[in-house]
């Protein structure tokens, strides 16, 4: 009888995740470099052993899809503005006996309120443990550590909790621009840049929610080549800051997002 064959790490970890009661699901990894931007992957959110990964090439463009199911993936048409044209209407003169001057009242356009979005908030304490979790994971592998980037969390926090109501995992939601541009929006100069998403189910104490996302981020640095694109963002050499969101939906889900920037 042969001996049994040792699991590797990344296996032990997907064994665990198997024979677990938890929950995990991670978005698609998503890198860009300077201002070329790599495709956006909106998977299907479901419950993982092997976790999805795919990522554009370091070098930017387009990259390699990684997914098993992108062949099959057709990319969501975005919705471009119709031009809705306007009508000039030549007033008519009705005659009456006695004309009296008519006041034309003016329609004022209503003004379209533009949708705003309330950033979720993470406490102080949970950020700072899932961010030396993840240098923990840098300085092992010889990496500097990232910085906390406030504006960068801002962006990332935005995001978090589009995904909440209703977005779904997903790197772009309707309506939100690109990943370049949402940092920009917040201030944050950038020459690169990535982004992981995920989440899992847990409890409502900060330590659940941290022990939800360092479990989320031990799963993306479990990942194997080729389809290890949340492990190539998190040990990224390039990399010098980061920002997080780690927040708890009202259904006990903790939803993280991770933003990268070089």
């Known amino acids: 009888m042969d001996p049994p064959v040792p699991l590797t790490a990344a296996a032990k970890f997907r064994y665990t995740l198997v024979a677990g009661t938890t929950a ?18 909106t998977p299907s959110p479901t419950s993982v052993d092997v ?18 199911s992108a062949d099959t993936t057709s990319p ?4 471009s503005p119709s031009k ?3 009508a000039t209407k030549k007033p008519s003169k009705s005659p009456s006996a006695k004309p009296s001057p008519s006041k034309t ?10 949708k705003t979005v309330t950033a979720a908030s993470t406490s102080g304490s949970v950020l700072e443990q899932v961010l030396a979790h993840i240098n923990d994971a ?23 909790q589009l995904m909440i109501d209703g977005c779904g995992l997903s790197h772009q939601c309707s309506g939100e621009a690109g990943l370049g541009d949402r940092f ?21 104490s900060d330590a659940a929610k941290v022990k939800a996302a360092n479990g989320l981020t031990d ?8 389809n290890d694109g949340h492990r190539k963002n998190l040990l990224n050499g390039s990399f010098t800051r980061i920002g997080l969101s780690v927040v708890r939906d009202a259904d006990g889900i903790t939803w993280m997002t991770q933003d990268f920037v070089g």
Do not use: C
């Open 105 to 114: 009242k003016t329609a004022s356009p209503t003004p379209t309120a533009e």
């Open 24 to 41: 995990v699901v991670i978005g698609t990894a998503f890198t860009v470099a300077g201002l070329t931007r790599g495709p956006i992957e």
């Open 84 to 86: 809705s044209a306007k």
């Open 138 to 160: 840098r300085v092992a592998e010889g990496l500097k550590a990232l910085t906390l980037d406030e504006n960068l969390s801002k962006a990332a926090a935005i995001h978090t």
């Open 219 to 226: 799963s993306m640095l479990a990942e194997v080549p080729p």
């Open 76 to 79: 969501s048409a975005k919705p």
């Open 51 to 68: 976790p999805l990964a795919a990522a554009a090439s370091p070098g930017g463009g387009e990259g390699e899809d990684l997914l098993p």
């Open 184 to 204: 920009s929006a917040q201030d944050v100069k950038w020459s690169s840049a990535g982004e992981n998403i995920g989440y899992g189910s847990s409890g409502s």
